[in-house]
């Protein structure tokens, strides 16, 4: 099965999930990565993720201009033991 943007019954923000929420094999996601992608359980119920450039301007940080989401950073194993 494969999501459009957020997998159904998942929170964009938190990943919580909302009553019964779908678990796909792999999620299209739209201009940036949603936050609850990266968070159980919505990072169990996305999948494989892909992100699809719909030319959304997200600004040189990362954020929408004018006031959207900020950036958001995620470390894996490799760049903690850089730091």
Request: charge should be negative; glycine fraction near 16%.
């Amino acid at each position: 099965m494969i999501s459009v943007d957020i997998p159904s019954g998942v929170a964009g923000l938190t990943g919580a999930a909302c009553g019964t929420a779908v678990r796909a094999g792999s999620t299209v996601t739209f201009a940036a990565r949603k936050p609850g992608l990266s968070f159980e359980p919505g990072r169990s119920c996305a999948g494989e993720v892909h992100v699809a450039e719909i030319g959304i301007d997200l600004g040189p940080d990362g954020a929408v201009p004018g006031g959207g989401w900020p950036p958001i950073v995620i470390l894996d194993a490799a760049d903690v033991a850089r730091l």
